[in-house]
């Protein structure tokens, strides 16, 4: 039997590839997305979600709870950044993107450690993929990523028999990614997931 796994923000770029990662290492995907569904898969089932608010990501949770009651491992991938130039950004943007990567991480992995049989986690602490500058965003970005690593070792602390993971794709904490890339500022989509999948597949 595929052993099953929640990815979450997987229709985005990281996402799209963490998905193929899995697929083809033999896993059923449990693909959470927002907007844009890619194309369906045999051995992977989207489901829409908003988790903008705390009603978003419970009614998520609620309404898959059969889904995710065989599910053992779970990757919080979701979490949009601000675009904004750093003379741009006000608190709110701060509060928008620890929302966003922490808030949400922590409703899932609590859901899953009562309600699923959770074995690993990893938490993407969000970076920049492709050619986006980290200046317009390292700001917000280093806040929620912090915040993101504290959570996760509380977890670690509270639950050793879980594997908890933070990878943080660009100052590589959590994984060894290699950029296939000729820029040094660049991390290939592909490398970071097959770097995640070889932290879960520790679990098994």
Request: glycine share 6%; with cysteine; net charge positive.
């Amino acid at each position: 039997m595929k052993k099953k796994i929640l990815i979450t923000g997987a229709s985005g770029l990281l996402g799209r590839a963490l998905v193929n990662q899995f697929v083809n290492g033999d896993f059923f995907v449990l693909a959470q997305y927002h907007t844009s569904r890619p194309d369906d898969n045999k051995n992977c089932q989207w489901l829409r979600a908003d988790f903008s608010d705390l009603a978003g990501i419970r009614d998520f949770l609620k309404k898959n709870r059969k889904q995710f009651s065989d599910c053992s491992y779970l990757i919080n991938n979701y979490g949009p950044i601000t675009g904004k130039d750093i003379t741009d950004l006000k608190g709110e943007d701060f509060y928008f993107d620890y929302h966003h990567n922490v808030i949400t991480a922590f409703e899932i992995i609590d859901f899953f450690i009562h309600y699923a049989p959770l074995q690993g986690v990893v938490n993407v602490g969000f970076e920049f993929l492709g050619e986006i500058k980290a200046y317009k965003k390292i700001l917000t970005y280093a806040a929620a990523k912090n915040a993101l690593q504290l959570l996760t070792k509380s977890f670690e602390k509270q639950y050793p028999d879980i594997g908890f993971n933070m990878v943080s794709l660009a100052t590589l904490e959590g994984a060894a990614v290699k950029a296939k890339s000729s820029s040094p500022n660049r991390v290939s989509p592909e490398s970071a997931a097959k770097e995640i999948f070889g932290l879960i597949k520790r679990r098994l």
